[in-house]
T-cell receptor
C-alpha cells in the first residue's frame, strides 16, 4: 500500500522557519514527481510546490517563491519543504501528494495527484 | 494563471438524488481536469482524472465529462458517504489551480 506521512508541523512566530518532511512507503519514490498542497483554515486547496524525480526541476506558486524550498532525498524516500520568512497567511494544513503521470499523446507528460498524506498543521502566530 | 470556477459553491440534496457540479476554466485546458473529494478533517481523495476516467476503487455512481473549458462531475444516486466537499483541479499549466470547492450537504 502506498503511504505518505507528513511531519514537522507546529506553531511558529511570523518571520520564523520550519521544515516539513514527508516519508513515503510502498512506492518507487524516485520514479515520481512529488508535490505539496496546502489548505488554510476553512478554505480551499492551494498547490504550493512540486519537484521532479531527481530534484533538478522545482516549481512554486508565486506567493512562496523565494521563501520556500522543496527538496527530496530519494535514498531516504523523503520529500521536504523548507519554509522561511513565514507569514500569518502561511497558516494551513500542508499535504504532500504523489504526482501520477499520464501522457497527452504528444510525448509530453502531465500529472494528477493520486495519493495524499494526512497532512501536518502549520500555525504562524505570535 | 488559469482560474477554475465551480458552481454551485454549495448544495443541499437527499440520499438518492442526482447531483451535478460544474467547473469552468478561464482558458482551454483540453482534458487536464481532475476531481477530488474531501471530507472534514481528512485529506482529499482522487475521484476522476483527465475529465472522465474513474480512479480505481471509486464507485461507478461518480462520473465526469467535458473538455476545453467546461467540465461536469455527476453523482447519479447520492449516498450518505458522498456528503463532502468536491474540488476540480487543472494540471494543464503551472501553477496548478483548484476550484474553490462545492460542499454537498444533506437536505
Amino acid at each position: 500500500e502506498v503511504q505518505l506521512v507528513e511531519s514537522g508541523g507546529g506553531l511558529v512566530q511570523p518571520g520564523g522557519s520550519l521544515r516539513l518532511s514527508c516519508g513515503a512507503s510502498g512506492l518507487t519514490f524516485g520514479s515520481y514527481w512529488m508535490t505539496w498542497v496546502r489548505q488554510a483554515p476553512g478554505k480551499g486547496l492551494e498547490w504550493v510546490a512540486n519537484v521532479n524525480q531527481d530534484g533538478s526541476e522545482k516549481k512554486y506558486v508565486d506567493s512562496v517563491k523565494g521563501r520556500f524550498t522543496i527538496s527530496r532525498d530519494n535514498a531516504k524516500n523523503s520529500l521536504y519543504l523548507q519554509m522561511n520568512s513565514l507569514r500569518a497567511e502561511d497558516t494551513a494544513v500542508y499535504y504532500c501528494a504523489r504526482h501520477y503521470p499520464y501522457s497527452s499523446g504528444w510525448g509530453k507528460y502531465y500529472y494528477y495527484m493520486d495519493v495524499w498524506g494526512k497532512g501536518t498543521t502549520i500555525t504562524v502566530s505570535s | 494563471d488559469i482560474q477554475m470556477t465551480q458552481s454551485p459553491s454549495s448544495l443541499s440534496a437527499s440520499v438518492g438524488d442526482r447531483v451535478t457540479i460544474t467547473c469552468r476554466a478561464s482558458q482551454t485546458i483540453a482534458s487536464h481536469l481532475h476531481w477530488y473529494q474531501q471530507k472534514p478533517g481528512k485529506a482529499p481523495n482522487l475521484l476522476i482524472y483527465t475529465a472522465s476516467n474513474l480512479h480505481r476503487g471509486v464507485p461507478s455512481r461518480f462520473s465526469g465529462s467535458g473538455s476545453e473549458t467546461d467540465f461536469t462531475l455527476t453523482i447519479t444516486s447520492l449516498q450518505p458517504e458522498d456528503f463532502a466537499t468536491y474540488y476540480c483541479q487543472q494540471s494543464y499549466s503551472t501553477p496548478q489551480t483548484f476550484g474553490q470547492g462545492t460542499k454537498v450537504e444533506i437536505k
